[in-house]
């Protein structure tokens, strides 16, 4: 880790806030340990940075025309070190330009890297032929920090700011606070992670820098888990503060502080700002934590509990009565979470990810109104509202409520949550009625591969109950109670399609279904393995014991039963029984045609067999009866 000293000079490693930056600001933006400026300039130094300046103003002007959209900083590089044998070229300029790249869909990363640094490169020579440009797109930026590679992060760290958008000055104190922070803990700090709307492509000159860092506490024994991270917290906080005096870049750093303890817990209970920040987060230091948990979350991996959508749920109804005790100084925050949290709520049941605060009147609209129209428009309003004062509260635009208004809000709130619950009955009815329909159409599948077994080929859909009756239950082969269950899933089905299907009669259901498919896959795989026994033929050849299995023309051969690893061959069996073009095959091929072979009720060995037998086994081979 670089080591950052705290500047004498009150001028030094400043970084403006505003978006661009004058360029007598320069120097003193260069971090440092690239400022070496002696305490006054002689005239030919003055006359020379001004000519630089210049270069600098008319090379932003010149790519702000053509990519302001684009651009979000640009930036005076240190020089680099030269190499052995090398010297340093003091006439170079090396000049970053940092690009957003979120909006890019018609080409690849690296060819719109590779336009953008024609264009612009051709820009800076046009000025000055010793004006060197480094383009580094974001989403570049980012897929390094994913990787655990942070030298571009220290390159754009170590920059000078000369425009900027608010990214540039938000990596230099993240960069500097996440230094300090690892010198001091560092066997402690698990990650230090960016989030917020810079990540989100949402920031503006206004957003704060928002940057999460969570601290291994599992093997704390000196004091508690809540002392502990007080302790760490005004610590690091403190850090965030000093940070801000080294960088300019004050009052922005917005620093939460989590215990690897805490952090877990929110995760199982579906916090959707924790699902947020592992989503939208970029760690700029991680010991291999924070990248696995983000990549579950991409393949699915991680999901709400059912209680933790219970809880959701059941905090409306608790917030709501809060409400109505407390003070009305107070009551606008609990009526916020009242009908957020239930909102959540009904998109986890829905099979939606838990949604940042921000997301959920959005997603809510989008499924429940346009998409499934389930939820009148008018209730996105009322949650849309909440969401507004609440933030116009919490910003300091609005100063505060009336007692008017807090009533109006308690009353809409109780409408929305009223509405709300019966939303909820609406999902699960739909999700009770495709789960009895996947069921049903599970069992018949299930039922057609039984029938196969006994040598019905096809069964039409209106006669499988028949079918199952007359040729399993009648004749003793499955149980008498399976059919009683059959008949309730195809009375749940009807009462499905007719729109009568409770919710205590596809719970019933679900179990008994269980049960009942579990049997017949149990009573498939009994039936197949004596069909199978039929065609196999078991061999002892020194200590090992093999198995020929003949099925029609094909013949698999499993040289060693007891190994772990089975060697299988694959050969063909003639007409006169000789097992012949004997080669390896894999267990998925020998599975696969097991799952389709069909197996002859009677298999005749020819002497031939035997002959094969010897040729594959060896001379000393010996046919197994009766095993």
Request: proline share 4%; glycine share 4%; aromatic share 6%.
């Amino acid at each position: 880790m670089s080591k950052v000293k705290k500047s004498k000079s009150p001028t030094e490693n400043k970084a403006p806030s505003q978006e661009s930056t004058s360029f007598e600001q320069v120097p003193s933006a260069i971090p440092q340990g690239l400022q070496q400026q002696p305490p006054k300039l002689s005239k030919e130094q003055e006359e020379k940075l001004k000519e630089i300046k210049k270069k600098l103003e008319k090379f932003q002007k010149k790519v702000l025309e053509k990519f302001d959209n684009y651009v979000m900083g640009i930036a005076l590089m240190p020089p680099p070190k030269p190499k052995e044998g090398e010297k340093a070229d003091p006439n170079k300029i090396n000049v970053l330009v940092l690009v957003d790249d979120s909006d890019s869909k018609k080409m690849a990363k690296q060819e719109l890297k590779k336009k953008l640094f024609t264009i612009i490169d051709k820009q800076a020579q046009d000025i000055d032929k010793n004006l060197f440009v480094e383009i580094i797109i974001l989403s570049e930026l980012w897929q390094n920090c994913y990787d655990q590679k942070y030298e571009i992060l220290q390159l754009v760290a170590m920059s000078a700011p000369i425009f900027d958008k608010g990214m540039l000055q938000a990596i230099k104190i993240a960069e500097l606070h996440k230094n300090m922070v690892i010198k001091k803990f560092e066997k402690y700090i698990v990650s230090y992670v960016l989030a917020g709307s810079l990540i989100q492509g949402r920031a503006t000159k206004s957003s704060d820098i928002d940057v999460w860092i969570v601290i291994d506490d599992t093997d704390v024994k000196r004091m508690t888990r809540a002392e502990l991270k007080d302790k760490l917290r005004a610590i690091i906080i403190g850090m965030g503060i000093e940070a801000g005096e080294m960088t300019g870049v004050k009052n922005k750093l917005n620093i939460q502080v989590y215990i690897l303890t805490d952090f877990w817990d929110s995760l199982k209970e579906a916090n959707p700002i924790i699902f947020t920040l592992l989503r939208d987060g970029v760690p700029f230091y991680d010991r291999g934590i924070f990248m696995p948990w983000k990549q579950l979350l991409r393949m699915g991996k991680i999901k709400p509990s059912t209680e933790a959508i219970d809880m959701f749920m059941a905090s409306g109804e608790q917030m709501i009565k809060r409400v109505q005790n407390e003070l009305k100084n107070i009551g606008m925050e609990d009526i916020y979470y009242a009908i957020l949290t239930p909102s959540q709520a009904a998109l986890m049941l829905h099979g939606v990810p838990p949604p940042s605060p921000r997301e959920t009147a959005e997603l809510m609209k989008d499924i429940f109104v346009k998409k499934e129209k389930l939820l009148e428009e008018k209730y996105i309003h009322t949650l849309e509202k909440v969401i507004g004062i609440r933030k116009d509260i919490e910003h300091g635009t609005k100063k505060g409520l009336t007692g008017k208004e807090i009533d109006e809000l308690l009353d809409a709130a109780q409408k929305y949550l009223k509405r709300i619950n019966k939303l909820f009955t609406q999902i699960e009815k739909i999700k009770e009625g495709k789960d009895v329909i996947a069921i049903w159409d599970n069992v018949v599948t299930i039922i057609r591969d039984v029938l196969k077994l006994e040598g019905i080929e096809r069964a039409a859909d209106e006669e499988i109950v028949k079918l199952f009756e007359d040729e399993l239950i009648a004749q003793g082969k499955i149980p008498a109670k399976y059919l009683r269950t059959l008949n309730d899933l195809l009375k749940a089905k009807k009462d499905y399609d007719e729109k009568k299907l409770t919710k205590q009669e596809a719970s019933v259901l679900k179990k008994e279904a269980g049960t009942f498919i579990k049997f017949l896959v149990e009573y498939m795989q009994r039936k197949r393995g004596r069909e199978l026994d039929r065609a196999k033929i078991r061999v002892k050849h020194g200590e090992r014991y093999g198995e020929v299995l003949l099925l029609g023309d094909i013949a698999f051969i499993i040289h060693d039963i007891d190994k772990e690893d089975k060697e299988i061959s694959k050969a063909t069996l003639d007409a006169d029984g000789g097992i012949t073009k004997t080669k390896r095959t894999t267990i998925e091929e020998f599975e696969k045609h097991l799952a389709s072979a069909n197996i002859p009720p009677k298999v005749f060995i020819k002497e031939r067999v035997f002959e094969s037998l010897k040729e594959i086994f060896g001379k000393d081979v010996e046919v197994l009866v009766n095993f």
